[in-house]
């Protein structure tokens, strides 16, 4: 799944070459992923308007979209007439293309936004779990359940050691899976987190609580070095794709994982072999010299195959 640093990277490129584009028309083939309002008032909304700038939030994408009132509101329109944000989530699969009208599309095509300059961006999802809301520009963020309970941006000045140390201390669960639950902080996700919690040598399992400051300290400096490396190796990325009109086709390379999905492998600090375990469903790679086993909860979220 495309995390912050990959979303930001095709935000740059996004704000490069099509900020300033009208849209024609919006073809909506996986209805699906539409989650509000419906198909027609997206259409009467966004046709004719004009992209004006490329946001983030998270992992969301958000296009603000403005339309110069003509006849009076459009009684189809969502609230707020004349600026909407289309507000995108990649999920696991969804790929943004700017390709022309003209070509054909590809396969897993789930919407467009056609633009007046013959271009299109596409919308490809494999999977169709990919989502699209319009809602009153601005408004995303209290509006929108994801985006309203969502933590401080992790390479923002509210994202400090001392808030992280606060939000960990009033939770009870364990350390990884709060981490992506997006409510502690913004845009983290399974690969990010494995490689940010192996550069401050915690096991993925520990209680959030029961962290000391120095290793509260050590989380928080690992997410913000991690995490702005990515972000400055994509920002580079996409002003090269910009600069040759090309498409973000892989968001492999953004950032090259030293832990993440690479069990038996040595890690990259003491040389032993990583090793792969489950922990709330999802894959996690750790070293367990680096990582040590500490503070295990009995419960039913213990991991069945922790590392010994």
Not at 87 to 116: F, N, Q
Request: charged letters at 25%; proline letters at 8%.
């Amino acid at each position: 799944m495309p995390e912050l640093p990959e979303v930001e990277t095709l935000r740059q490129l996004l704000a490069r070459r099509v900020a300033g584009a009208r849209i024609e028309a919006v073809p909506l083939i996986a209805a699906k992923i539409l989650r509000a309002p419906d198909p027609a008032a997206l259409a009467a909304a966004v046709t004719g308007a004009v992209i004006t700038g490329v946001g983030r939030r998270g992992k969301y994408l958000l296009l603000r979209l403005e339309k110069p009132e003509r006849g009076g509101p459009d009684a189809a329109a969502p609230e707020g007439q004349g600026a909407w944000d289309l507000v995108i989530h990649l999920k696991m699969r969804g790929r943004l293309r700017i390709e022309s009208e003209s070509d054909p599309p590809g396969p897993y095509l789930c919407a467009e936004l056609r633009l007046t300059d013959g271009r299109t961006l596409r919308y490809y999802d494999m999977w169709r779990w990919g989502e699209w809301a319009l809602v009153s520009a601005g408004t995303a963020c209290r509006s929108l359940p994801g985006l309203a309970a969502m933590g401080p941006e992790p390479l923002e000045p509210g994202f400090t050691s001392d808030y992280l140390a606060r939000q960990l201390a009033r939770r009870r669960g364990l350390l990884k899976p709060l981490l992506l639950g997006q409510q502690v902080v913004a845009g983290l996700g399974n690969i990010y987190c494995d490689e940010c919690l192996h550069r401050a040598r915690l096991h993925p399992a520990r209680l959030a609580h029961r962290l000391r400051p120095d290793e509260v300290a050590r989380l928080h400096e690992a997410i913000v070095s991690i995490l702005g490396a990515a972000v400055a190796q994509g920002s580079a990325l996409a002003e090269r794709l910009a600069a040759q009109q090309a498409n973000l086709d892989s968001f492999a390379g953004i950032y090259a994982s030293q832990v993440n999905d690479r069990p038996g492998q040595s890690c990259p600090t003491c040389g032993q072999a990583l090793q792969k375990m489950h922990l709330s469903g999802r894959g996690t790679t750790l070293c367990p010299h680096c990582q040590p086993v500490a503070d295990f909860p009995e419960s039913p979220e213990t991991p069945k195959n922790r590392p010994r």
